[in-house]
């Protein structure tokens, strides 16, 4: 940045009385050595993605006693005297070459409420990580731990081993999915697959038709070996391998499901390509577990579809479980279906400036970094995301369009490495198909279905006699998948079955 932007920048913060954040942090004097040391390491390490960090030295930071905001500057500012500018500025200057390697930074000098003050600007910088050095430790006006000093918050601390190996892959420019796989080569990459998405992204009929080779050179698909061959990069594995597990440890999807009325859970897999996997596991919910019921009150001509769960709010959260996944982490994407909620569970935390706490807080992510770019591109390319960082946005607006609790971001400590979204049923969803009649419900004409329900109900109405067997190849469906479909529209009071297990029939009830 421009030193007369950064200048305007630490003005408005200040006319503003902006709270202390990831890139502002307020020093009454340059006394506190130790604590402007971390802090310019921590804005060095750039751990939350800002553009700058700013600290401010003669501004004291106070709180707000009527809004409850802390750590705000104290205006009039206590403001430094101009005769010891120059010597602070030195001070400092002697102070921040304890970081190791050297940092870039500006130290500015301006004015406010007729006060001097100094910002020391820490732009980011791709030499690092960075850290303090054992002299500053030794140093007994500063005695600061050594260390690669992060900011997270207000708060420039060390970081934890999971923050800390995520520092260093910063710095070394780590990308699994732009990486050559061990082992796949062009030949593992399906000619079919690649058609069909440069159809879905409607690219130009030359480029569909070129041979494999070419095609998945200008995709930047592969790289020549030297050792001859073409190598398939991780992100084309992952969209293109017929089976990217064979190549990539837990590359899938698993569905854990809640069987009903025992303490056991089902498991299905969906290994394809991710792109397919995110499509396949919208589809699975929408066919087996996504459930609505219809509110018509006497009185009233309009009627209301209530849902167990809202399939855009799903749609986001597991397509954003898919999509953020950490694949050099030999775990699979695991969504937990219960009675009462939906857990996905990805085993990575989201990159900064993103946070637990920012997804419990916010409804957008403006900054977003992603962790698979190519992933994130091809994704948007096939409408399996509207636009960066807007997901979590579409599915917290969906659940409360639908009248369900918010949603639930996990954990809640600085220590596990996870990101766990919980989406709860829509309570008034859960009374009325458990059978409630209060004065309340009677007043309303109830339909619970899912749609492969729809499915079995049209498949009965045209043979009465089908058997579960003959439903299964209708369906797509295994035998026991169908009669799991069966007991639950049996217990709602959907169908009945009559007569004997050979001889018998399905009878639709009204």
């Known amino acids: 940045m421009q030193l007369l932007d950064i200048k305007r920048m630490a003005h408005n913060i200040l006319e503003n009385q902006n709270i202390e954040s990831s890139f502002i942090e307020y020093k009454k004097s340059a006394n506190f050595k130790d604590k402007i040391l971390k802090t310019a390491c921590a804005f060095a390490n750039n751990y939350m993605n800002n553009e700058i960090g700013l600290l401010f030295v003669g501004i004291e930071e106070v709180d707000d006693k009527e809004t409850g905001e802390k750590a705000i500057p104290k205006r009039p500012i206590e403001g430094i005297k101009e005769a010891k500018l120059e010597g602070i500025e030195n001070e400092l200057k002697s102070l921040l070459a304890n ?116 095609m998945a050179k200008s995709m930047g698909l592969v790289s020549e070996s030297e050792y001859g061959g073409y190598r398939a990069k991780n992100f084309a594995v992952l969209m293109f391998a017929d089976t990217p597990n064979k190549f990539i440890p837990n590359a899938h999807v698993e569905i854990i499901r809640e069987i009903d009325g025992t303490d056991k859970m089902e498991s299905k897999k969906f290994d394809g390509p991710v792109w397919i996997q995110a499509k396949q596991v919208s589809k699975y919910f929408e066919d087996n577990i996504m459930a609505s019921y219809t509110i018509r009150e006497a009185d009233k001509i309009e009627h209301k579809i209530v849902y167990n769960y809202p399939l855009t709010a799903f749609e986001e959260l597991a397509t954003n479980a898919i999509l953020h996944k950490e694949y050099d982490t030999p775990e699979y994407v695991g969504i937990y279906i219960y009675k009462d909620r939906i857990s996905f569970v990805n085993h990575n935390r989201p990159l900064p400036p993103v946070t637990i706490e920012a997804l419990n807080r916010d409804r957008t992510f403006d900054r977003r970094q992603y962790l698979n ?136 009830m009204k």
């Open 99 to 214: 970081i190791h390697p050297k940092i870039n930074y500006h130290i500015i000098t301006d004015q406010i409420d007729d006060e001097y003050y100094i910002v020391v600007a820490v732009e980011s910088d791709s030499n690092g990580p960075f850290q303090t050095s054992e002299r500053a430790e030794k140093d007994k006006d500063i005695r600061l731990k050594a260390g690669r000093y992060i900011r997270v918050g207000r708060d420039s601390r060390l970081p934890n081993p999971t923050e800390e190996f995520e520092l260093l892959k910063k710095f070394a420019n780590f990308s699994f999915s732009s990486n050559l796989n061990d082992t796949a080569t062009i030949d593992d990459l399906s000619y079919e697959y690649m058609k069909e998405y440069l159809l879905q992204t409607g690219a130009k009929k030359d480029i569909r038709e070129m041979s494999k080779l070419d």
């Open 373 to 508: 770019k190519e992933l994130k591109d091809m994704f948007f390319s096939l409408n399996l995301i509207e636009s960066y960082g807007s997901g979590i946005r579409r599915a917290k607006d969906a659940l409360l369009e639908n009248g369900s609790p918010e949603l639930k971001f996990y954990p809640d400590n600085e220590e596990d490495n996870y990101t766990n979204a919980v989406m709860g049923v829509n309570k008034e969803f859960l009374k009325e198909f458990n059978g409630s009649n209060d004065e309340k419900t009677t007043m309303k004409t109830t339909t619970k279905t899912t749609m492969k329900q729809e499915e079995i109900i049209k498949i009965i109405a045209e043979n009465p006699h089908i058997s579960a067997k003959e439903m299964a190849e209708k369906l797509n469906l295994t035998v026991d998948g169908v009669r799991y479909h069966l007991n639950k529209m049996r217990k709602a009071g959907l169908i009945r079955y009559e007569g004997s297990t050979k001889l018998g029939q399905w009878v639709i």
